[in-house]
């Protein structure tokens, strides 16, 4: 139910916008966080923003350079990212839940298949 698209190879430096497209039912009763799972690694929690779009979270390593943004209209999140680092590439994933504010994968109901983001050096 939920489907991403955007990703590709790009440069440190530059800027990628990722979208995520889900359900009606989705948008209009989850909340919804990008993941991210470089090889070899586990997966990570990224950003999150509230069903009704008051509230954003983001991890550390991406604050400041990523933004969380939905639209509940189109069904389409977003994920705009800016200054992209090496360490950023990563199979990107788009989450949904019931419940606003949990940041563990365990906890998602929905997962899409993700897109891939390659960031060189």
């Known amino acids: 139910q939920l489907v991403e698209s955007g990703g590709g190879m790009v440069q440190a430096g530059d800027s990628l916008r990722l979208s995520c497209a889900g359900s009606?039912?989705?948008?209009?009763?989850?909340?919804m966080s990008w993941f991210r799972q470089a090889p070899g690694k586990e997966r990570e929690f990224v950003a999150s923003i509230s069903r009704n779009l008051a509230n954003t979270y983001y991890a550390d390593s991406v604050k400041g350079r990523f933004t969380i943004s939905r639209d509940n209209a189109k069904y389409i999140m977003t994920l705009q990212m800016a200054n992209l680092r090496p360490e950023d590439t990563a199979t990107y994933i788009c989450a949904a839940d019931r419940v606003y504010g949990t940041r563990r994968p365990s906890e998602m109901d929905y997962w899409g298949e993700g897109t891939l983001v390659t960031v060189s050096s």
């Open positions: 009606e039912r989705i948008f209009n009763y989850y909340a």
